[in-house]
């Protein structure tokens, strides 16, 4: 029974195998039970199969990323220890256990997972993911429901997802020493960094302390210099007179702060647009901190979201609107971030920043938050189409947070029973696939 990658990746993602054995590889005879908390978030583009992964051992969470193979011997076949997008790699997952695997930083051995399947759970897998269109269980049932039913259900969904955001930031918080201002440097960063190099923007923004850019607000070439070093990117020759002298710049303030940038090679850039090339978003964020050097308090005090999208849209500065790296032009201008980008920062990162600010001043803003979602634009991606294909409205950001939150815990887990909508359906007989 012979499975491919892609396969085997859906399997792991959508939780159909029969059973996980995890193990060290330098202890074959002892396998331990392991629970994956989150199987990640599938990589399109070079390095591990998944991003952002958790998996609880005893009493400890791991989180990082996970790689794929059918035989352990394919780490290195894929010469995968010799790649350092494979270095937070925090689990090996395989069907067959014939090679210790290493780790290629600390040589130790990289923890292992051997994923039992069965002959149903692959025939049921392929149908699956041959059969996209039928994702929900429910399907051609959901206009039947009655509109009270579907509007609470949405607002407990929504108001669930802020709150889970909020309480991340709790965490990133505390990580910080409860600075307030570190807190929205690095929720910036890791939006701007995207899925792909969300992690490598965060390990950027954690370097670069708000006290030293504080000091340099007035100066964007500065600003710019100190976050593209320390992403590791003033590191090659000069391709042209502005990168020479933003790598002076830089040498002079790494010097002087004695900071130590991030390996470039924690960056990834296959595949990625222009618009969002981490060298872009980078002079972005310098642009954001030269235009509003107290964007903490500027943020706190917004009363419409109007402002804050035109505040988050702001442009890069004139040599990163016609470059993404440099001495590579772009075939046409790239000025402000786009209305759909700036709409879904607005959601995912100052709505729950300002559920959290509320909490810490033990004030209560969820309507407020609720009213702002509604103003914005939803998102639009393949989890919102399938249920509007279902007949389900989606005209703001409030219902469109509430589906993402639905389908994230319940649809794509098959919790029906344990959703508002399954349930009524499974009560009025009129749903018999659930």
């Known amino acids: 029974m012979k499975q491919n990658e892609h396969l085997l990746q859906f399997i792991w993602h959508q939780r159909l195998y029969q059973s996980l054995s995890f193990f060290n590889t330098e202890e074959y005879e002892r396998p331990h039970p392991i629970e994956v908390l989150n ?5 399109p583009n070079a390095g591990p199969d998944f991003f952002n992964a958790k998996i609880r051992i005893g009493a400890i969470v791991w989180a990082g990323n996970v790689e794929i193979h059918r ?16 270095d937070n790699t925090i689990l090996h997952v395989i069907l067959e256990n014939d090679k210790p695997v290493y780790s290629r930083v600390n040589g130790l051995p990289i923890f292992s997972c051997i994923m039992t399947l069965s002959e ?44 889970q955001k909020a309480e991340r930031i709790e965490q990133i918080y505390a990580s910080t020493g409860e600075d307030i201002s570190e807190t929205l440097h690095i ?9 792909v190099n969300n992690d490598a923007f965060e390990a950027i923004a954690r370097s670069l302390p708000m006290r030293i850019l504080r000091k340099h607000t007035n100066r964007l070439d500065q ?3 100190l976050y593209l070093g320390q992403a ?18 830089y040498s002079f303030l790494r010097a002087k702060y004695q900071l130590t940038p991030i390996s470039a090679h924690r960056l990834r850039l296959l595949r990625l647009r222009p618009s969002v090339f981490p060298h872009r978003r980078l002079a972005q964020m310098a642009n954001l901190r030269h235009r509003y050097p107290l964007l903490e ?9 109007k402002r804050a999208l035109e505040i988050l849209s702001i442009p890069p500065s004139e040599y990163w609107q016609k470059h993404y790296r440099f001495g590579e032009k772009t075939s046409r201008s790239i000025g402000k971030t786009s209305r759909s980008s700036s709409d879904i920062m607005l959601i995912n990162v100052l709505l729950p920043y300002r559920l ?45 947070q509430a589906i993402i939150e639905l389908w994230e815990k319940y649809c794509s887990l098959q919790k029906c029973s344990s959703c508002a909508w399954g349930k009524h359906l499974i009560a009025s007989n009129t749903c018999t696939s659930i």
């Open 39 to 43: 199987p990640g978030t599938p990589n």
């Open 187 to 195: 929720l910036i960063m890791r939006y701007w960094g995207t899925k």
């Open 223 to 225: 600003l710019e210099a």
């Open 232 to 249: 590791g990117l003033l590191e090659e020759s000069p391709a042209d007179e502005y990168n020479a002298h933003l790598q002076e710049e």
């Open 297 to 305: 308090s500027v943020f706190s005090e917004l009363k419409e979201s």
């Open 120 to 163: 149903n759970q692959v025939k049921q897998a392929t149908s699956l993911q041959e059969e996209k269109s039928s994702r929900l269980r429910c399907a051609g049932q959901l206009q039947l429901l009655p509109l009270a039913v579907e509007k609470d259900w949405k607002e407990y969904l929504f108001h669930e997802r802020m709150h």
């Open 356 to 400: 959290f600010l509320a909490k810490q001043q033990t004030l209560s803003c969820y309507t407020d938050v609720k009213r702002w979602a509604e103003q914005i634009r939803p998102e639009e991606n393949n989890i919102t189409k399938l249920f509007t294909t279902e007949g389900i409205d989606i005209a703001n950001a409030f219902e469109g």
């Open 71 to 86: 035989y352990a011997s394919e780490w290195y076949k894929h010469r995968h220890h010799e790649d350092p997008l494979y």
